[in-house]
């Protein structure tokens, strides 16, 4: 009965990736980029944001013991997986990369990345947009110090002397803030999400992630 439960809730996963990944686990547009800029500026007063980065650390109960080296670190109690997001001011997910290595810190799981391999590639679609009288070919990801320089991310200040560097890390850190709030919705809203995960296959766990994340930005859109 066990197994005929975990096999119908693996089919159900399926579905939903397949059918709605598309739509609801996407890229944004140069339609969708225009409003995302619109929105960040009203909200953030940040001409050309896309969203913001960050990684989140998903504890892996049932981790092979073969594995546990390679998906543990110091500063977490077990095996984990990691989970790189890009979240807007609603908390829609824009890009989610899940699956790496829980030893993996943002700066390794952002060089394997699919968003960073996509804009080297130029297959992302980009939107110019004026700040302070420059031109800006594509938008930005608000990012915190440990990332790479990068003209895709956009970093705070490690030294604020002046009031115009103070203000700006205020805002930046106010503003970095949505990617925190869409971890903490996905784990209230989902128990699987929340609990350490009981899953033995990689593939499977990817699997109900991005289900997850894809039934999220279902509820941000009804």
């Not at 739509?23 to 007063?45: C, F, M, V």
């Not at 490690?158 to 503003?175: G, I, L, M």
Request: include cysteine; proline fraction near 4%.
């Amino acid at each position: 009965i066990v197994g005929t439960y975990f096999l119908y809730i693996h089919l159900i996963f399926l579905g939903i990736c397949q059918l709605y990944g598309k739509r609801y686990l996407r890229n944004p547009t140069w339609s969708d980029l225009q409003q995302l800029y619109e929105a960040h500026i009203q909200k953030h007063g940040l001409p050309g944001m896309i969203g913001s980065i960050d990684c989140r650390q998903w504890r892996w109960y049932a981790c092979p013991t073969a594995w546990r080296g390679q998906h543990t670190r110091g500063d977490q109690k077990g095996p984990t997986l990691v989970l790189q997001a890009v979240a807007s001011q609603d908390m829609w997910v824009w890009s989610a990369f899940f699956g790496l290595a829980g030893c993996m810190n943002d700066i390794n799981t952002f060089q394997f990345s699919p968003l960073l391999e996509s804009y080297i590639g130029g297959t992302i679609p980009k939107c110019g947009f004026y700040a302070n009288n420059n031109y800006y070919e594509h938008g930005y990801y608000l990012a915190d110090g440990i990332y790479p320089e990068y003209s895709m991310l956009v970093k705070t200040f490690s030294q604020t002397q002046d009031e115009k560097r103070q203000y700006f890390k205020r805002v930046h850190e106010s503003a970095r803030k949505d990617v925190e709030r869409c971890f903490a919705c996905l784990q209230a809203r989902w128990h699987f999400v929340r609990n350490p995960c009981r899953i033995w296959e990689k593939e499977r766990i990817r699997m109900v992630m991005y289900a997850c994340i894809i039934m999220h930005n279902m509820i941000l859109e009804d």
